[in-house]
Structure formats: C-alpha cells, structure tokens
C-alpha cells in the first residue's frame, strides 16, 4: 500500500536542515510522541506521512497535555537531563537546540522596539528568563492548537521547525494561551485539568511539578511574544480580555 503524503517547502536549505534534524531527535528520545513520518528529503521540501485529523480543541485538552507531559519527561530522561537551560544543547550533525532565554529576550526587544510591548512589560518577565542553572529542562516546539492534529490514535505533533529548549510546563502554557486568544475566555478548570495530566507523567519519572503560579507566568511571558500576530492566524481575543486570574484557578 502506498503511504499517501504532503509536501512542506522551505525558502532555504539550511530551515529543511534543521526541520530534518529536529524531527530526527524527536523521534529518537520522545519516542511516545505521535510525529508525522518523514519519507523524502528534497532539495527545497519535505515529504511527510499524510496525517488524517483535525486541529486540536478545547475539549482536546487534557489528551494533549497529557501527551506532552509523558514526552518531556521522556525526552529528559533519554538527553536533556544533562542540558542546562542557560546554554544551547547538542544534537547530532552539527545541530543544536537554542538556549530557552537567548532567542526570546531577542524576541522581546524587538517588540518593545516595534513598541508593542513596554520596559516594564520586559522587566516583569525577566525572571522567567533567568532560570537557576539546576531548573530541569523540556523542549519547546510551538504546541499551539493548528500544530496539533487529534487522530484516531491519540493528538499528532506536526510542525517542527522551531524547537528549543524551555522550562517544564512553557509549551502547555502555549496551547492554553493560543486557545484562549483564538477562541475566548476558557472555563478554570481547563487550566488546572491540564496542568494536572501534564504533571502526572513528570511526578512518575520523578520530576517536579509546575506549580500554577509559575504556569501562569510562563502564560504572560506567551502573551508578550504573540502580541505582534493578535488579528492574525485566527487570534482573535487578547490576552488581556480573556486570561485567567489566580483566584480564578484555586
């Protein structure tokens, strides 16, 4: 039977690189983690398994969660138990995964530049962005609701090109925030279910949990970084007109 594909193009050859490499390092060490298979690698594109699904909701929640939190506890335990947040991680054929602060206090200042975002906005965040050097590391890897497709057998990650490393619970704080400013305000609950699936597969290898308050940080810290795409790519909603508070969530 012929596997039915799609093509992704790239603008250079150094983006199909890293997509390739990423998907590669996936597959090794986050073995529980549902991926589109690669087929081909072609001068400008990929060619990947047709994923048949839909994007994910917000009912979808706790199976995506709990599907990150079992790949992040897995991908710690097969590699990144020995990465640091502070520094880039090596992976194989020259690649690496970019340090978690670098790129988005980057990212930050060209908002606040843009003057999407204020110095104050900036410096309520910086602590997120200095992590104690003993903080355990996950991935990030855009875990926003079109990145996830629900299958019949469970949520698939598609879209690999940007993957770097975060601190646990930073990539569910995505999906939430994405969720939230494409489709409204969430009930609680939808906050405090996901964090507690995403939780339990890190306290069953051992690792500490995300607390809520520092998930909600991460959550502010998303909503900086996803002001310049507000009216675009179906968010709809400000963060400012839908986030939960902490009351909220006890």
């Known amino acids: ?30 073995k529980s983690l549902q991926l589109p298979p690669l087929v081909a690698v072609h001068a ?32 710690w335990a097969s590699d990144l138990h020995r990465a640091l947040l ?14 978690f602060a ?9 908002r606040c530049e843009a003057g999407l975002i204020s110095v104050r906005q900036m410096a309520a965040v910086q602590p997120l962005l200095s992590p104690h050097p003993a903080t355990p590391a996950a991935f990030y ?29 930073y990539d569910l704080a995505k999906l939430l925030v994405a969720l939230a400013m494409t489709d409204g305000p969430l009930p609680p609950e939808t906050y405090t279910a996901a964090l ?24 502010e810290l998303h909503h900086l ?7 675009k790519g179906g968010y709809r909603h400000p963060w400012s007109t839908v986030r939960p508070t902490p009351e909220d969530l006890k």
Request: charged share 15%.
């Open 1 to 30: 039977m012929t596997l039915n594909t799609f093509s992704k193009p790239y603008s250079t050859r150094k983006d199909l690189e890293w997509a390739v490499a990423h998907h590669t390092w996936l597959a090794e060490h986050a």
């Open 44 to 75: 400008n594109r990929l060619e990947l398994g047709f994923v048949d699904g839909r994007h994910a909701v917000v009912a979808d929640v706790p199976t995506v969660a709990a599907a990150l939190g079992q790949a992040h506890a897995d991908v």
């Open 86 to 99: 502070t520094h880039a991680h090596p992976m194989s054929g020259g690649h690496e995964l970019a340090d």
């Open 102 to 110: 670098s790129p988005r206090m980057a990212a930050l200042h060209r």
């Open 141 to 169: 890897k855009d875990t926003n609701p079109r990145n996830v497709l629900i299958t019949s057998g469970g949520p698939v990650m598609v879209d690999l090109d940007d993957l770097t490393l975060a601190p646990f619970g």
């Open 196 to 219: 507690s699936c995403y939780n339990l597969p890190l306290t069953h290898a051992g690792l500490p949990s995300v607390p809520i308050d520092e998930f909600l940080g991460y959550a």
């Open 225 to 231: 970084l996803t002001l310049p795409y507000l009216g």
